[in-house]
């Protein structure tokens, strides 16, 4: 049994799971390390945490422009791991999830990688630049120190990619909910409820939507449609610099929907 069984239970008890994106070292450790606490402590059923990056493919201008400014004030992966054990020491029941792209995990080297991992407290990896054709160069790594390979499904996953995904997925399938990159957006496709369904058809794991939602009424819809939790990204993000009370009350509105 993994930490993902509490956000797992959690939903078969008829709720929704809220897990809040945390960019490590924005503005700085410290202060990614207090926002990381807040979340925690206002309720959120599990963190994604992010490595920054300079060239983020899959997220938009908001996180692009706040891993700059963790890069430029010294960000390192080491760091970040030490980072995520504190984040660990906050909780030991909420599952912690690392978003972060392929060649960081390839210069750190597979085997290494996935070791700090485990000894950092993680319980998943969501790589967004690995599809699951290339799973199999670090799915032997994963399994081996226990941590689950999470995947991203799409509007346009074809029912073959579905069940490829199927084959090396854990904890939970994080679904983009439209084409493009992370941040907000004021309208989804109408076709949400079969997207989730066909997801749910053939992966048995929690559905959880993320890219462009910031808003509980965005929330509610996501849920509405069958989305078994949601993920907060950019929202986070530029919350940061506004103080720790407003991502305070954010976080409460998203655990109450």
């Known amino acids: 049994m993994t930490r993902y069984s509490f956000i797992t239970q959690k939903i078969k008890t008829g709720g929704h799971v809220y897990m809040p994106y945390v960019l490590l070292g924005y503005p ?8 990381a606490r807040t979340l925690i402590d206002n309720g959120a059923h599990g963190l994604e945490l992010g490595f920054p990056f ?75 630049d690995m599809p699951p054709e290339r799973a199999d160069t670090v799915v ?6 226990g941590i689950e ?41 109408d076709k949400l409820t079969e997207l989730f369904a066909a997801i749910k058809s053939h992966i048995d794991l929690p559905v959880i939507a993320g890219f462009g939602i910031s808003t509980p009424e965005q929330a509610r819809k996501m849920i509405k449609a069958g989305a078994d939790g949601i993920i907060t990204g950019s929202k986070i993000v530029e919350m940061t610099p506004q103080g ?7 976080t409460r509105e998203m655990v109450s929907l």
């Open 28 to 35: 700085d450790i410290d202060t990614s390390f207090s926002v």
């Open 54 to 128: 300079r060239d983020p493919v899959a997220d938009g201008p908001v996180i692009e422009k706040a891993s700059n400014t963790a890069l430029d004030n010294g960000f390192t992966v080491d760091n970040g791991f030490e980072v995520i054990s504190k984040i660990r020491s906050l909780s030991l029941e909420i599952p912690l999830t690392l978003m972060l792209y392929y060649n960081m995990v390839l210069a750190r080297g597979v085997d290494k990688f996935f070791a700090d991992c485990k000894s950092s407290g993680l319980d998943g990896v969501l790589i967004p």
């Open 140 to 145: 032997e790594a994963a399994k081996e120190n």
């Open 149 to 189: 390979l999470i995947f991203i499904a799409a509007p346009t996953s074809t029912t073959d990619r579905l069940d490829l995904i199927a084959q090396y997925a854990g904890g939970f399938i994080y679904v983009v909910t439209r084409m493009g990159i992370t941040g907000s957006v004021e309208s989804y496709s």
């Open 244 to 250: 720790l009370d407003v991502i305070a009350h954010h």
